[in-house]
């Protein structure tokens, strides 16, 4: 089975966001919030290894 690697260097591209659209099924707001989220994780992890 195939590993999935939510580990980016930079911000995941957006094609990411798609696809988790696509698995979570969720409405357009929610979406941007969910996107929103991911996007503050992701830096939030990106300062810390600065």
């Known amino acids: ?16 966001y798609r696809i988790y659209l696509e698995v979570i099924q969720i409405d357009k707001y929610h ?8 996007s503050a994780l992701f830096a939030r992890e990106n300062t810390n290894t600065c």
Not at 2 to 16: A, H, L, V
Not at 31 to 38: D, L, T
Request: proline share 8%; charged share 35%; aromatic share 16%.
């Open 1 to 16: 089975m195939e590993s999935i690697s939510f580990s980016f260097s930079k911000e995941p591209p957006d094609n990411y």
């Open 31 to 38: 979406y941007e919030v969910e996107k929103a989220r991911i």
